[in-house]
């Protein structure tokens, strides 16, 4: 007898948080990052009743408008907060370590940015995948 095990049904953005998201990329491209700020504010009220695919496009976006605005902290903690989405995709966690290893060197944090930085190693150095972004995780530990 054999157990029915249908796959996983792959998460889909509902309508209102595409809705929101498709706001939040207009106000981008148009430089209005403070009011994209808003914008997701208001849909991160809602942040644990969102889906994996949902968390982790906002919180993109998040990364996104910090970046640009500079505030190094706060994108630190919004990167931090992306590593616990569950279910979080290979390429976005190695970019993730990576952007927090980055922002922890730029704030001064050479521990921090090197743990990240060596998490990555032990998660991606051996996939071939990842031959590439390698190289650039030893320059960043090298110039720690």
């Given at each position: 007898m054999s157990?029915?095990?249908?796959?996983?049904?792959t998460?889909r953005?509902?309508?209102?948080?595409?809705?929101?998201?498709?706001?939040?990329?207009?106000?981008?491209l148009?430089g209005?990052?403070?009011?994209?700020?808003?914008?997701?504010?208001?849909?991160?009220?809602?942040?644990?009743?969102?889906?994996?695919?949902?968390q982790?496009?906002?919180l993109?976006?998040?990364?996104?408008?910090l970046?640009?605005?500079?505030m190094?902290?706060?994108?630190?903690?919004?990167?931090?907060?992306?590593?616990?989405?569950?279910?979080?995709?290979?390429?976005?966690?190695?970019?993730?370590?990576?952007?927090?290893?980055?922002?922890?060197?730029?704030?001064?944090?050479p521990?921090?940015?090197?743990?990240?930085?060596?998490e990555?190693?032990?998660?991606?150095?051996?996939?071939?995948e990842?031959?590439?972004q390698?190289?650039?995780?030893?320059?960043l530990l090298?110039?720690?």
């Amino acid at each position: 007898m054999s157990e029915n095990t249908e796959p996983e049904e792959t998460p889909r953005m509902s309508q209102a948080t595409f809705s929101v998201t498709q706001q939040v990329q207009e106000l981008q491209l148009n430089g209005e990052w403070l009011a994209s700020l808003e914008a997701m504010n208001r849909l991160y009220n809602n942040f644990e009743q969102l889906n994996s695919l949902e968390q982790v496009t906002l919180l993109n976006f998040y990364t996104n408008a910090l970046i640009q605005l500079k505030m190094w902290q706060e994108a630190i903690s919004v990167f931090t907060l992306m590593l616990t989405v569950p279910d979080l995709r290979s390429d976005l966690n190695a970019r993730t370590l990576i952007a927090l290893g980055q922002l922890h060197s730029r704030e001064n944090e050479p521990e921090a940015a090197r743990a990240y930085l060596e998490e990555w190693l032990i998660m991606h150095g051996d996939q071939p995948e990842y031959a590439d972004q390698q190289a650039r995780v030893e320059e960043l530990l090298s110039e720690l």
